[in-house]
């Protein structure tokens, strides 16, 4: 187990203080997350690594998993790619089914809480079994900034009953009645999928999967969605590769809260055709050392999202000090500065022209990786987020006292 001392290297002493110093104050404070999915996505892989290092700062956190039918995923995944932006309307089956399941999940969850943490849309409605003593935090993973109207009014019943609202950019707030705070997202660099690996656990990945290291790799890990464009890939590596010899791997696996998954393998595999410097890589659960081992084997790492909440991913690439190219879209402007640290792009032309320039000049490349690493490492580790958190609960319990003492 990984120990809060092991990330001073990378932050320094200073910043574990000041964690300790925050922490000590939340004794005796109970904080229940909520989310959808165990395994799968950002959300469940920040929780994975937050939720331990909550518990060593001696911070009573917990986290549950909702659960609900194929029948509710497919509504909440149509209510997220709705708040990406896609024009949906909602029947009243299928806002009762949200609200019924929402009501099952309060009635079996603990409910003695001091803090409640709901994560994304899918278990929003439990703030309805919200009572006075409580607080209460809806956490929005997702890209927000140019959501389907009816839903976000649908949404906004909701999420105007909490005592605050997080969100990942700056270009996702909301005219909301709650206070809206900036918190974004952040990775382990301890964790298996970020942490150093020797050469011989990158080679034997290589190897497992037949691909060439002698040749360029470029990736993209994602799951298999269509705002990460997979098929969008495919078509710019073909671009390249009339000019650049180099493979393209996509890596990703599906969430449990993800029921369009297989449907875009489908179509990603029909146009790849069986390329064989195309690896589809459809990968089971904790895959974390070949996500890690493949990112560190890549030349190039692209995200060619066209929604994105934060893109873990890209952090993730950026810490190894890979250059990464990703769709200008949602928070991955927080990471990526145009031509100092990765390279920004909006079309698939644009995407192939980035990824030729950076195969043919890999000093480039390798100053873009190395000044996004830095960049990383000073606002993206989870130090911070640990940090960000423990502030806001501290807040919340404070304005809950100043109503007492009124
Ligand atoms: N991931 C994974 N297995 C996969 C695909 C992705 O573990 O098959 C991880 C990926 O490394 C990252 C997270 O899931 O840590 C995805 O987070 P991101 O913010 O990039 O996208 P999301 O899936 O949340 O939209």
């Given at each position: 187990?990984?120990?809060?001392?092991?990330?001073?290297?990378?932050?320094?002493?200073?910043?574990?203080?000041?964690?300790?110093?925050?922490?000590?104050?939340?004794?005796?404070?109970?904080?229940?997350?909520?989310?959808?999915?165990?395994?799968?996505?950002?959300?469940?892989?920040?929780?994975?690594?937050?939720?331990?290092?909550?518990?060593?700062?001696?911070?009573?956190?917990?986290?549950?998993?909702?659960?609900g039918?194929?029948?509710?995923?497919?509504?909440?995944?149509?209510?997220?790619?709705?708040l990406?932006?896609?024009?949906?309307?909602?029947?009243?089956?299928?806002?009762?089914?949200?609200?019924?399941?929402?009501?099952?999940?309060?009635?079996?969850?603990?409910?003695?809480?001091?803090?409640?943490?709901?994560?994304?849309?899918?278990?929003?409605?439990?703030?309805?079994?919200?009572?006075?003593?409580?607080?209460?935090?809806?956490?929005?993973?997702?890209?927000?900034?140019?959501?389907?109207l009816?839903?976000?009014?649908?949404?906004?019943?909701?999420i105007?009953?909490?005592?605050?609202?997080?969100?990942?950019?700056?270009?996702?707030?909301?005219?909301?009645?709650?206070?809206?705070?900036?918190?974004?997202?952040?990775?382990?660099?301890?964790?298996?999928?970020?942490k150093?690996?020797?050469?011989?656990?990158?080679?034997?990945?290589?190897?497992?999967?037949?691909?060439?290291?002698?040749?360029?790799?470029?990736?993209?890990?994602?799951?298999?969605?269509?705002?990460?464009?997979?098929?969008?890939?495919?078509?710019?590596?073909?671009?390249?590769?009339?000019?650049?010899?180099?493979?393209?791997?996509?890596?990703?696996?599906?969430?449990?809260?993800?029921p369009?998954?297989?449907?875009?393998?489908?179509?990603?595999?029909?146009?790849?055709?069986?390329?064989?410097?195309?690896?589809?890589?459809?990968?089971?659960?904790?895959?974390?050392?070949?996500?890690?081992?493949?990112?560190?084997?890549?030349?190039?790492?692209?995200?060619?999202?066209?929604?994105?909440?934060?893109?873990?991913?890209?952090?993730?690439?950026l810490?190894?000090?890979?250059?990464?190219?990703?769709?200008?879209?949602?928070?991955?402007?927080?990471?990526?500065?145009?031509?100092?640290?990765?390279?920004?792009?909006?079309?698939?032309e644009?995407?192939?022209?980035?990824?030729?320039?950076?195969?043919?000049?890999?000093?480039?490349?390798?100053?873009?990786?190395?000044?996004?690493?830095?960049?990383?490492r000073?606002?993206?580790?989870?130090?911070?987020?640990?940090?960000?958190?423990?502030?806001?609960?501290?807040?919340?319990?404070?304005?809950?006292?100043?109503?007492?003492?009124?």
């Open positions: 187990m990984v120990t809060l001392k092991e990330y001073e290297k990378y932050v320094g002493a200073d910043v574990l203080y000041e964690l300790e110093l925050y922490a000590a104050k939340l004794k005796g404070v109970s904080i229940q997350n909520i989310n959808s999915t165990a395994v799968g996505g950002g959300v469940a892989e920040i929780l994975n690594r937050m939720i331990p290092l909550l518990h060593q700062l001696g911070v009573n956190a917990s986290w549950d998993v909702i659960k039918g194929e029948r509710f995923f497919e509504v909440t995944k149509k209510m997220h790619n709705a990406h932006g896609k024009a949906e309307i909602f029947t009243k089956e299928e806002t009762d089914l949200y609200l019924e399941t929402n009501e099952m999940n309060a009635n079996v969850l603990d409910n003695d809480a001091d803090i409640y943490f709901i994560h994304d849309p899918q278990p929003c409605a439990l703030i309805r079994n919200k009572k006075k003593k409580d607080s209460w935090i809806w956490r929005c993973h997702i890209d927000f900034s140019n959501p389907d009816f839903t976000w009014d649908y949404l906004k019943q909701f105007e009953q909490y005592d605050v609202g997080i969100f990942s950019a700056p270009s996702f707030a909301r005219n909301l009645k709650i206070p809206q705070v900036l918190i974004s997202p952040s990775i382990d660099p301890l964790s298996n999928k970020n150093e690996l020797p050469q011989e656990t990158i080679d034997s990945v290589l190897e497992k999967f037949n691909i060439d290291k002698k040749r360029p790799i470029v990736t993209q890990i994602s799951r298999f969605d269509y705002l990460k464009d997979p098929v969008g890939v495919v078509k710019v590596f073909r671009q390249v590769k009339k000019y650049i010899d180099c493979q393209l791997v996509l890596a990703g696996g599906g969430a449990t809260d993800d369009e998954g297989s449907q875009v393998l489908a179509e990603v595999q029909a146009i790849a055709e069986n390329d064989p410097d195309i690896f589809l890589l459809l990968l089971p659960p904790a895959s974390d050392i070949e996500i890690n081992a493949l990112q560190r084997a890549s030349t190039v790492v692209l995200q060619k999202s066209l929604r994105e909440g934060f893109g873990l991913t890209v952090a993730e690439a810490w190894k000090s890979k250059p990464v190219i990703a769709g200008a879209v949602g928070g991955i402007p927080l990471q990526i500065s145009h031509k100092y640290s990765g390279l920004l792009t909006h079309t698939i644009g995407t192939a022209f980035a990824l030729k320039q950076l195969l043919q000049n890999p000093e480039y490349a390798k100053k873009l990786g190395e000044n996004g690493r830095e960049l990383i000073k606002n993206f580790l989870i130090t911070r987020h640990l940090r960000d958190y423990l502030l806001l609960f501290l807040s919340l319990l404070n304005k809950k006292e100043d109503i007492v003492y009124l």
